[in-house]
């Protein structure tokens, strides 16, 4: 079984900065991408930042110059630096994490791989007064 956890999030004035981690567990091989994407209430999921395993990234138009994904994929882990923060960040933060995971052949105990594309449960940040 594979999880996705996000951390860091909480409440913040506008301006301010926050920090969110996200990890995934499990029996995972590589990592190919992980990204953050976030959800207020009555709009759609939309893209925050993605970044892949050679390190490209991709940033949604509204956060660009104020938040920045890095990642430690040796830990399986991406982070989500949020600077001056805006009353309409506000949302739930969700990571998603694009994996190989690898699994034994019940015939010859060789390495499978198999695609993994699954989502944590949220964090919600929160800006305002």
């Known amino acids: 079984q594979v999880q996705v956890m996000e951390s860091g999030g909480g409440q913040v004035q506008p301006g301010g900065s926050l920090r969110l981690s996200c990890a995934a567990s499990g029996n995972i091989f590589s990592v190919n991408a992980m990204g953050w994407y976030r959800q207020a209430p009555g709009n759609q999921r939309e893209l925050v930042a993605t970044?892949?395993?050679?390190?490209?990234?991709r940033y949604g138009d509204s956060v660009k110059g104020r938040f920045v994904i890095s990642e430690d994929f040796a830990k399986n882990t991406v982070y989500l630096q949020m600077n001056a923060l805006k009353p309409e960040d506000t949302a739930v933060y969700y990571c998603n994490a694009d994996l190989d995971l690898k699994s034994q052949s019940p015939t010859d105990g060789g390495l499978i791989l198999y695609k993994y594309d699954g989502w944590g449960e949220g964090t919600l940040v929160t800006v305002g007064w």
């Open positions: 970044i892949t395993s050679s390190r490209s990234t």
